[in-house]
């Protein structure tokens, strides 16, 4: 079943010349982990505000085309309305946080409150997101003693149990160090497990070859291409869209080495440990 569908989508900001977004199109399946690359100002984020409605609703501007998330036409539907369907996550943990909460549990449990959720099911739904996010033994910590990568995990866990559809991240793990990013990563990816679909804006290329199902490649607001990573990231003009491939695909390609019976390169390790032992053989 498609989940999105993105129907000739073109935006222009306010008082700007250039469309940010130029004539997207792209479906995407239930379930499926999306990750969204191009370089700097390529749209990734205008793209994200798009598939939760803020653009055009809260940016206003010029706005042509359709998105259709889970059954629901964005243009023509209300943010609130949108966001039950689909949850959106932000660079910097930080700007997600009320502020207000004593604990990580109340942070979660101030959004369903908002929903008027059952007490019974709110208490449902935070455990089990927490649970997902490995958050349970920080329940009672506050939410500004946590790490960074704890902190997004919270921001996470928050969105989660609203129950939406659709998860959007935009750069969910360019603030934090390593191994925050990697708690993070792991996070996305149980989400992924439990059927979600996810989609992510991402500068790291080897995490989204190593996560994502398909990569939608942008550049200048247009859509260069959308399809498996190392089909994307075997693409020889990569570099014209500012675009680095996976470190593992530069290796393979120097070694040519491609996947058994395939014409690309590997972009995980695995696959390139495997196409490099066959090429040995
Ligand atoms: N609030 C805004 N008002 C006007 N123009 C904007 C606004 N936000 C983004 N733009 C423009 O829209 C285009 C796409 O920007 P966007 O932020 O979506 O790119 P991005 O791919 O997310 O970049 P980055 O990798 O730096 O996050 C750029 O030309 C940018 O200047
Ligand atoms: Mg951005």
Redesign the pocket.
């Known amino acids: 079943m498609k989940t999105i569908v993105v129907e000739q989508l073109k935006y222009r ?1 306010p008082l ?1 010349q ?1 469309l ?1 977004l130029n004539e997207l199109s792209f479906e995407v399946e239930e379930g499926e982990f999306i990750g969204i690359v ?1 370089k ?7 793209l994200c505000q798009a598939l939760i409605g803020l653009v055009p609703h809260f ?1 206003h501007g010029g706005y042509g085309g359709r998105v259709i998330v889970d059954g629901l036409e964005v243009g023509k539907s209300q943010v609130d309305e949108i966001s039950k369907k689909v949850g959106i996550v932000f660079q910097n943990p930080f700007t997600q946080v009320t502020g207000s909460k004593l604990t990580v549990y109340e942070e979660i449990a101030f959004g369903l409150e908002n929903l008027g959720v059952p007490r019974a099911e709110m208490i449902d739904r935070i455990d089990h997101a927490l649970d997902l996010l490995q958050m349970l033994p920080f329940k009672d910590r506050a939410p500004f003693d946590l790490s960074g990568g704890q902190m997004q995990r919270m921001a996470i866990a928050s969105i989660i149990a609203m129950r939406p559809k659709i998860i959007v991240l935009d ?1 969910p793990t360019s603030q934090l160090d390593p191994q925050g990013s990697e708690e993070v990563f792991r996070a996305i990816q149980s989400l992924s497990r439990e059927g979600m679909t996810v989609i992510m ?1 991402e ?1 790291k290329m080897e995490k989204v070859a190593q996560y994502a199902d398909r990569v939608l490649l ?1 550049h200048e ?1 247009r859509l260069i291409d959308f399809d498996r990573p190392e089909k994307v990231f075997s693409r020889d003009d990569l570099d014209q869209y500012g675009i680095a491939a996976p470190v593992y695909t530069e290796v393979c390609k120097a070694l040519d080495a491609k996947i058994a019976g395939e014409p690309y390169y590997p972009a995980t390790l695995d696959e390139a440990c495997k196409a490099l032992v066959m090429r040995r053989e």
């Open positions: 900001y700007t250039t940010a191009g700097n100002l390529a749209g990734k984020s205008t940016y750069e804006a500068h942008l607001g």
